[in-house]
């Protein structure tokens, strides 16, 4: 019992007026027959505690009265549990351990060094920007359970709005009126092409290269960014671009533009997990570079999130640097 002297003291200096007990018991008289419990001493148990003796001796002949019950047999030589004394003091004891529990549990929360953090993502590459800085985010704060799910921007946002997640990371910048928004980091953006496409030999193709291919985009993750993003580019011409939208997942999607089926968009990070059968090449009149926003609640005032966000600013940096 040694171990909890520390917690007898600071509980005791701020709980003196607090009571339990349908306000019948101070819950200091309850922290000090604790100590006596640990020293057997009134002297000793009342150093500890940082109060006088006397304080100790008047608490815990006063929680006896309440009780009815003789906790501590008092001798010449100190004082000794009584049987009824022994299981009080156990169980009360066990009451400091979870309260002890609590307090620090509740402390690491609000630093942001533990509970959970639920991520909505559109889809995660090894070694990318957004792999890195959950890898990193997770080895700095170990007590922070990361939960993911995918889904698509506006999935994301609805989650989001609905409390079910606490972020989303999702392709574009973006305004709303009842959520934060925060550019994260930026990939370029790249054309993805069979390798015996006629475009593959060159180092970089253009939109006027890619206008009259047809494009293909996934309904989930990304796709409907993608689509629109080939709307907006192509706008304006002659035709309208030729855009397939399929129910499948990114592998699926690559096997399909390796077998000829059409070309497809992607970002930079993508080169990392290259698919057989695919050149990747950059849009060289694309001028600015994708942007991957967060985007959470403004009631969220999570100390992990912002941690996150602190970790994310260090790498950007660190990026832009190199």
Same mark, same amino acid.
């Given at each position: 019992?040694?171990?909890?002297?520390?917690?007898?003291?600071?509980?005791?200096?701020?709980?003196?007026?607090?009571?339990?007990?349908?306000?019948?018991?101070?819950?200091?008289?309850?922290?000090?027959?604790?100590?006596?419990?640990?020293?057997?001493?009134?002297?000793?148990?009342?150093? $500890?505690?940082?109060?006088?003796?006397?304080?100790?001796?008047?608490?815990?002949?006063?929680?006896?009265?309440?009780?009815? /019950?003789?906790?501590?047999?008092?001798?010449?030589?100190?004082?000794?549990?009584?049987?009824?004394?022994?299981?009080?003091?156990?169980?009360?004891?066990?009451?400091?351990?979870?309260?002890?529990?609590?307090?620090?549990?509740?402390?690491?929360?609000?630093?942001?060094?533990?509970?959970?953090?639920? /991520?909505?993502?559109?889809?995660? /590459?090894?070694?990318?920007?957004?792999?890195?800085?959950?890898?990193?985010?997770?080895?700095?704060?170990?007590?922070?359970?990361?939960?993911?799910?995918?889904?698509?921007?506006?999935?994301?946002?609805?989650?989001?709005?609905?409390?079910?997640?606490?972020?989303?990371?999702?392709?574009?910048?973006?305004?709303?009126?009842?959520?934060?928004?925060?550019?994260?980091?930026?990939?370029?953006?790249?054309?993805?092409?069979?390798?015996?496409?006629?475009? $593959?030999?060159?180092?970089?193709?253009?939109?006027?290269?890619?206008?009259?291919?047809?494009?293909?985009?996934?309904?989930?993750?990304?796709?409907?960014?993608?689509?629109?993003?080939?709307?907006?580019?192509?706008?304006?011409?002659?035709?309208?671009?030729?855009?397939?939208?399929?129910?499948?997942?990114?592998?699926?999607?690559?096997?399909?533009?390796?077998?000829?089926?059409?070309?497809?968009?992607?970002?930079?990070?993508?080169?990392?997990?290259?698919?057989?059968?695919?050149?990747?090449?950059?849009?060289?009149?694309?001028?600015?570079? /994708?942007?991957?926003?967060?985007?959470?609640?403004?009631?969220?005032?999570?100390?992990?999130?912002?941690?996150?966000?602190?970790?994310?600013?260090?790498?950007?940096?660190?990026?832009?640097?190199?």
């Amino acid at each position: 019992m040694r171990r909890r002297s520390n917690l007898f003291s600071t509980i005791n200096r701020q709980c003196v007026n607090s009571t339990l007990l349908g306000s019948r018991i101070p819950l200091a008289s309850l922290i000090q027959t604790l100590a006596v419990a640990e020293y057997l001493n009134f002297r000793h148990a009342a150093t $500890a505690l940082g109060v006088s003796q006397s304080s100790v001796s008047a608490r815990i002949k006063a929680l006896e009265e309440e009780l009815g /019950i003789l906790l501590f047999e008092r001798t010449t030589r100190g004082v000794r549990l009584t049987e009824a004394g022994t299981h009080f003091v156990e169980l009360i004891a066990t009451g400091i351990d979870q309260l002890d529990h609590a307090v620090k549990t509740a402390g690491m929360t609000a630093a942001g060094e533990c509970g959970r953090l639920r /991520i909505g993502v559109h889809g995660l /590459i090894a070694g990318s920007f957004l792999d890195n800085l959950l890898a990193g985010y997770r080895k700095s704060h170990p007590g922070i359970a990361v939960e993911m799910t995918e889904a698509t921007a506006r999935d994301a946002v609805v989650q989001v709005r609905a409390c079910k997640i606490d972020l989303a990371f999702v392709v574009g910048a973006f305004e709303l009126p009842d959520c934060h928004s925060r550019p994260i980091w930026t990939e370029a953006l790249m054309a993805a092409l069979p390798v015996d496409h006629r475009l $593959a030999e060159q180092p970089g193709v253009t939109w006027d290269d890619l206008a009259a291919e047809q494009f293909l985009v996934r309904r989930g993750g990304t796709g409907p960014q993608v689509h629109d993003h080939i709307v907006l580019r192509l706008a304006g011409r002659w035709s309208q671009p030729t855009i397939r939208r399929f129910e499948v997942e990114r592998g699926t999607l690559l096997s399909m533009v390796a077998q000829g089926f059409g070309i497809t968009l992607l970002g930079a990070a993508s080169g990392l997990f290259p698919a057989a059968g695919v050149a990747l090449r950059r849009i060289t009149d694309e001028l600015d570079p /994708i942007v991957f926003s967060a985007i959470w609640s403004p009631h969220n005032r999570s100390a992990a999130l912002q941690n996150l966000f602190a970790l994310a600013g260090e790498m950007s940096r660190a990026t832009q640097t190199a």
